[in-house]
């Protein structure tokens, strides 16, 4: 069975977020998916197998991290969508079925796959008490990011501050469903990104999630209330890095990146 690592949100090997991705004829059971979920290491991978001729969708697609099965993820979407491409199993236009409705991903002409996701309910709440020491930072903004992803949303005062801090993991997991997303306008816009992010999703086994499709959902709304566009790039600056591209229309969010295709092996189990 062949198994491949895709590098999520990034042009070239190495950077962006690396998912694991399996094409299949249907879903072994469960069991087997997390076990290989463990084995690949990485943040998600993606299952997916095609489904019948005048189905909702075109492909049924899955993801886990190394300790759970997650409900929305958008890189290893992006690396599924990829691999499809890239081998020529699907053309055009991908609609997958998941846990968080049929998402869709198109490719462009520039190599680029847009994804068309649920755009996160963004509710403002109060800090909780304990969170900013966890964090190390002082919350200026904080919202809950609704049920498809059960992260909080916290706004910093500037994007020093993001890329400095150094959050007690364990602490943090208290916070939400699954972590903590935290932003802050971009310091210099002519460098190609309006805001930064990082984060921090303990809960699922993912200390610090390289760049995150999902949290893009909430932080589009987020940024282009306050920006006044529904059209911007942001950076999540992790170790590894990576840009995202959003398109806010409403209810639903358009993310736009790249992917690359670092290993295409055999897995025997």
Not at 161 to 187: C, E, F, M
């Amino acid at each position: 069975m062949r198994i491949r690592i895709v590098d999520a949100f990034t042009d070239r090997p190495f950077a962006g977020n690396p998912a694991g991705v399996l094409l299949l004829d249907s879903f072994p059971d469960d069991a087997w998916l997390q076990n290989v979920a463990v084995e690949v290491n990485h943040a998600e991978t993606a299952f997916t197998h095609p489904l019948p001729a005048g189905d909702e969708a075109d492909w049924a697609l899955r993801w886990f991290t190394p300790t759970t099965e997650v409900a929305l993820c958008g890189h290893a979407t992006l690396a599924a969508a990829h691999v499809l491409h890239t081998t020529g199993a699907h053309r055009g236009p991908v609609r997958f079925t998941t846990r968080s409705g049929v998402l869709v991903a198109t490719p462009g002409d520039d190599g680029s796959i847009t994804l068309d996701f649920p755009t996160a309910p963004l509710t403002p709440v109060a800090a909780p008490n304990g969170v900013a020491e966890a964090l190390g930072a002082e919350p200026l903004a904080t919202f809950d990011t609704g049920p498809n992803t059960g992260d909080l949303l916290i706004e910093v005062a500037d994007e020093r501050t993001v890329l400095g801090l150094t959050p007690d993991h364990n602490a943090l997991a208290r916070y939400s469903k699954r972590g903590i997303i935290t932003t802050a306008r971009a310091k210099d816009p002519s460098r190609g990104y309006d805001f930064v992010s990082r984060c921090f999703f303990p809960n699922v086994g993912i200390d610090e999630d390289p760049v995150t499709g999902s949290a893009h959902t909430a932080l589009a709304p987020f940024w282009s209330e306050r920006l006044g566009r529904t059209t911007l790039t942001g950076l999540q600056a992790s170790p590894r890095s990576g840009l995202v591209r959003t398109e806010l229309r409403g209810e639903r969010t358009l993310l736009t990146g790249h992917a690359v295709t670092v290993v295409d092996g055999e897995l025997l189990a």
